[in-house]
């Protein structure tokens, strides 16, 4: 079993930055990818960035260029600096941890940019 804890979620002008965290517990070993999604109301989730194991990043065309996704293996946290904010990136949005034991969610954290 992996917990993920999502923290860093605010409200931010738009142009303004934030730094997300997701802190993982647990059985850490068997982490293959972790992925931060995003929810706005009446939408699905959407995958917008991952980091694997071995520090391969990807990132969806909407967020490149103005997002980041980092890790500290020592802390068993992942990051997303998300720079240049649109009101468009307002939702919640939550890690994922794709494991050798299957995915594990964390409980999300809310992300608001007013214009």
């Known amino acids: 079993q992996v917990q993920l804890v999502e923290s860093g979620g605010g409200l931010v002008q738009a142009g303004g930055s934030l730094r997300l965290s997701c802190a993982a517990s647990g059985s850490t070993f068997s982490i293959n990818v972790i992925g931060w999604y995003r929810q706005a109301p009446g939408k699905q989730r959407d995958l917008i960035a991952r980091?694997?194991?071995?520090?391969?990043?990807y990132y969806t065309d909407s967020v490149k260029g103005r997002f980041t996704i980092s890790r500290d293996n020592a802390k068993n946290t992942v990051y997303l600096q998300m720079n240049s904010l649109k009101p468009e990136d307002t939702a919640v949005y939550y890690c994922n941890a794709d494991t050798s034991y299957g995915r594990f969610w964390g409980q999300g954290t809310q992300v608001t940019v007013s214009s």
């Open positions: 980091i694997t194991s071995g520090g391969t990043t």
